[in-house]
Nanobody, 123 residues
Framework: RVQPVESGGGSVQAGGSLRLSCAAS????????MAWFRQVPGKGREGVAS????????KYDDSVKGRFTISQDGAEKVVYLQMNSLKPEDTGIYSC?????????????????WGQGTQVTTI
């Protein structure tokens, strides 16, 4: 069983930066993808960014393009989300998810394993 574990959340002023990390223990797929999702109370999970371990293909939500960067350490199965120029609307619980697919996706239904999430608050 793959268990993603997130770290790096916190509170930051608008315009500031945070870096999230997600380590996927028990990862046995030869390839696969990981992604970051954001959720606020009363709304469903919103895909923020996704990356494939093979080829490093990435996919971003339009709301974060140019501000957020997803990257990966394929050997260690760790994914990072560098968030710059944070806005109040970026506030939410950020969860990491993984699957065994080749292409990155922002659709939560195609992800199998989920972390507990980490709070990001932009004041």
């Amino acid at each position: 069983r793959v268990q993603p574990v997130e770290s790096g959340g916190g509170s930051v002023q608008a315009g500031g930066s945070l870096r999230l990390s997600c380590a996927a223990s028990g990862y046995t797929w030869q390839s696969g993808c990981m992604a970051w999702f954001r959720q606020v109370p009363g709304k469903g999970r919103e895909g923020v960014a996704s990356i494939s371990f093979e080829g490093g293909r990435t996919k971003y939500d339009d709301s974060v393009k140019g501000r957020f960067t997803i990257s990966q350490d394929g050997a260690e199965k760790v994914v990072y989300l560098q968030m710059n120029s944070l806005k109040p609307e970026d506030t939410g619980i950020y969860s990491c998810a993984s699957n065994g697919r080749l292409w990155p996706s922002l659709d939560p239904d195609v992800f199998v394993y989920w972390g507990q999430g980490t709070q990001v608050t932009t004041i």
